[in-house]
């Protein structure tokens, strides 16, 4: 399969302009300046399919639609790099690797939306990537495809890179624009969304580093070409990373639909030290797992995963061998979201560091009866009732944990002890 | 001694805040140059960024406790951080903490008494794939093994 994401991936100095204008690019970004209108160009994406690819898998080019043209605030373009989630890796490897095409992905971005000013918001912990990012736009700056005039057309566009400090809330994308309006990363209510109301209450979008990145593929080859790959609903490429008890953990690009097992077994060389499969995490840490024999007949796109019982999410595949202690893992989880709560509202608040204490409990042999159903009964509490997805984020892991694994679970409350032999 | 920015960081600030919109939105960015000029943003420092941005002191420090890279005590030169979330944990995570807590003989959380190190434990990382890993002030340290992680210990100074 031609690599689209991953196509510089691997080339001498990768992340510099010059090896980057040699492999073809920014010369999407001409085009788009020197012969598309934003219609044209938001029309072309729609279609070829694109949806986003930070987790939620909206399509982008509808995105950008929702930006009302008559608004005369002006209008900003945030590309997403704020990589946290659990077992994802893949937007680290494009920032530190292919900052050019994230940045040509900005600009198109942008312009759909005929925003002048764009930020990059990228993950505090990635100093280096940030610092490869900041030297990519000063390159592009003084080549002339950021700035005043860019092309010698009268659009005018400006990015700013700039650091997150520490919160896996920002990856949300009405916490990424509070901490980018300088507050605290809390999420807003939506609606409004932020396409009529986003940072400073200006029309906004939000876009993944890997959504963005994919986009100058595609303004240079055509929807259609994009179209072509992948299933009916789930278009084009998509990046995976896979870690864990896994032979070959790494980035992986693959077309959309591809089978799963084939994928672990073939590609990824199957789980390490030669063990048996237990347990497969399919979209990062906040989504359901799944059971060895629950991903038989499962492809790699948005409908297949979900029809199995979890999601797709941002692509990070976690493995678990045979001798993993799923309550471990749950409690692992459960302490990650704990963590990360961002405390505004009370269920996740609450319930998160909740779920956790019972958890460790159980994994430390003081366990009761009642702790599993009190899981669940905290969990179903938390979904759906918070003003972002972090709360669903939050209560799916132990839920889908403690259905797939009881048994184990009960041993665990039964016994006194980690069955497993932590 | 009173905190304030010395002029090299003064010029660094408007630098900064003219980047931007609106000068809130320098908070960020703002936060990052007090902790580089100051070594830990303590109420002091709170106070000072809080007149430099035309901000309350409260506002800033709901900022500066949200995020965790920002240290409201005075840490160690070289901050060791250990990503423990499930895919470093499933891969040796807690060898590589119970290798610096042996080697260092301290806690998460603490600091050795030279002031060398301070040892904490984090979340996720997003170097999973490279697990177990640490991020020792900006830089990542990845596929650790203990005779790595010894080493590494060692050539910091």
């Given at each position: 399969m031609e690599k689209i994401l991953l196509r510089n991936i691997g080339i001498a100095d990768s992340h510099t302009l010059d090896t980057y204008r040699s492999r073809g690019g920014y010369a999407s970004w001409q085009k788009v300046v020197g012969s598309m209108k934003p219609e044209q160009l938001i029309e072309e994406v729609k279609a070829s399919g694109l949806r986003g690819r930070?987790?939620?898998?909206?399509p982008t080019g509808m995105k950008w639609s929702f930006?009302?043209?008559?608004?005369?605030k002006p209008k900003y373009l945030v590309c997403n790099a704020d990589e946290s989630e659990p077992g994802t890796f893949k937007d680290r490897l494009l920032i530190e690797e292919d900052p050019h095409a994230i940045i040509e992905g900005t600009l198109i971005g942008a312009y759909a939306i005929q925003s002048h000013t764009a930020f990059?918001?990228?993950?505090?912990?990635?100093a280096f990537g940030a610092t490869r990012l900041e030297r990519a736009v000063e390159e592009a700056y003084q080549a002339g495809y950021?700035?005043?005039?860019?092309?010698?057309?009268s659009y005018d566009l400006d990015v700013i890179v700039h650091r997150g400090a520490?919160?896996?809330?920002?990856?949300?994308e009405t916490a990424l624009l509070s901490s980018l309006e300088g507050g605290r990363g809390w999420p807003k209510v939506k609606p409004p969304f932020p396409a009529t109301h986003?940072?400073?209450g200006c029309p906004t979008v939000v876009n993944n580093v890997e959504t963005l990145a994919a986009l100058p593929w595609i303004l240079d080859r055509g929807a259609a070409a994009y179209s072509a790959l992948g299933t009916e609903k789930s278009k084009g490429t998509k990046l995976f990373s896979v870690s864990g008890h896994i032979a070959r953990p790494g980035v992986y690009e693959l077309?959309?639909?591809?089978p799963f097992k084939k994928f672990l077994e073939e590609d990824c060389g199957g789980?390490?030290?030669?063990r048996k499969l237990k347990g497969v995490i399919p979209?990062?840490?906040s989504m359901p797992v799944l059971l060895p024999d629950e991903i038989?007949?499962?492809?790699?796109d948005y409908e297949s995963v979900q029809a199995a019982g979890s999601l797709l999410g941002s692509g990070g595949v976690i493995v678990m061998d045979e001798s993993t202690c799923m309550v471990r893992a749950a409690l692992n989880l459960a302490r990650f979201f704990a963590h990360e709560?961002?405390?505004?509202?009370s269920p996740c608040r609450e319930g998160c560091h909740w779920m956790e204490k019972i958890l460790h409990r159980i994994e430390y042999g003081q366990g009761e009866q009642g702790d599993l159903d009190l899981i669940l009964n905290i969990a179903g509490n938390i979904a759906g009732n918070t003003i972002c997805p972090f709360g669903d984020a939050a209560a799916w892991p132990p839920g889908a944990f403690i259905r797939k694994f009881r048994g184990e679970f009960e041993a665990h409350v039964a016994e006194k002890r980690c069955t497993v032999g932590h | 001694m009173a905190v304030e920015f010395s002029p090299a960081a003064l010029e660094t600030f408007n630098a900064i805040v003219a980047r931007?919109?609106?000068?809130?939105?320098?908070m960020l960015p703002v936060l990052y140059l007090a902790q580089r000029e100051f070594g830990h943003i303590g109420q002091e420092a709170i106070d000072y960024v809080a007149r430099l941005m035309g901000q309350s002191s409260a506002r800033v420090y709901g900022v500066v406790s949200f995020?965790?890279?920002?240290?409201?005590k005075p840490i160690g030169r070289h901050h060791i951080q250990v990503c423990r979330t499930l895919s470093c944990a499933l891969r040796g995570a807690e060898m590589v903490t119970s290798t610096i807590k042996g080697k260092l003989g301290i806690e998460p959380g603490q600091t050795t008494p030279d002031g060398r190190f301070t040892l904490s434990e984090v979340e996720c990382l997003a170097s999973c794939g490279t697990a177990p890993m640490m991020q020792v002030n900006d830089d990542y340290y990845e596929n650790l093994t203990e005779g790595k992680i010894g080493e590494i210990l060692d050539s910091l100074k």
């Open positions: 930070g987790g939620a898998g909206f930006v009302p043209k008559d608004n005369p990059i918001y990228v993950r505090g912990e990635l950021i700035g005043k005039n860019i092309f010698g057309s520490g919160a896996y809330i920002c990856g949300e986003g940072l400073f077309e959309m639909g591809y789980v390490s030290n030669g979209g990062g840490g038989d007949k499962v492809n790699l709560s961002c405390g505004q509202c | 931007y919109p609106k000068k809130e939105a320098a995020y965790t890279m920002f240290n409201m």
